[in-house]
């Protein structure tokens, strides 16, 4: 069993940043880590991925803005936010998925991938 705990988030004005984390129980290996987030009223979606080889991969609409990346030695998965806009506003979780037998098949942004979830973290960012 994994467990995915995530940094708290937080509230900043348009342009700012803020970095999140999400750390995985002790000994868990996963193959493949992921980023969600879920706005008021609209379906989950996927923010970011990356592997164990950090090849990593993001949705449009924060490309060049939104960075992932991992330490594999702490099991922890980072999401850095820069340039942080009204509509990223949302529960931001991260996601992990233990076997490629489980991924095989499904986009990095199919929630179903995934078999381990984070608790939610909220981000808000005002005008």
């Known amino acids: 069993q994994v467990q995915l705990v995530e940094s708290v988030g937080g509230s900043v004005q348009a342009g700012g940043s803020l970095r999140l984390s999400c750390a995985a129980s002790?000994?868990?290996?996963?193959?493949?880590r992921g980023w969600f987030r879920q706005a008021p009223g609209k379906e989950r979606e996927g923010v970011a991925g990356i592997d164990r080889n950090d090849l990593t991969v993001y949705a449009d609409s924060v490309k060049g803005r939104f960075t992932i990346s991992q330490d594999n030695a702490k099991n922890t998965v980072y999401l850095q936010m820069n340039s942080l806009k009204p509509e990223d506003t949302a529960m931001y979780y991260c996601?992990?998925?233990?076997?490629?037998?489980?991924?095989?098949?499904?986009?990095?942004?199919?929630?179903?991938?995934?078999?381990?979830w984070g608790q939610g973290t909220q981000v808000t960012v005002s005008s």
């Open positions: 002790g000994d868990a290996y996963t193959v493949y």
């Open positions: 996601a992990a998925v233990s076997s490629w037998g489980r991924a095989y098949g499904r986009r990095w942004d199919d929630p179903m991938r995934y078999n381990y």
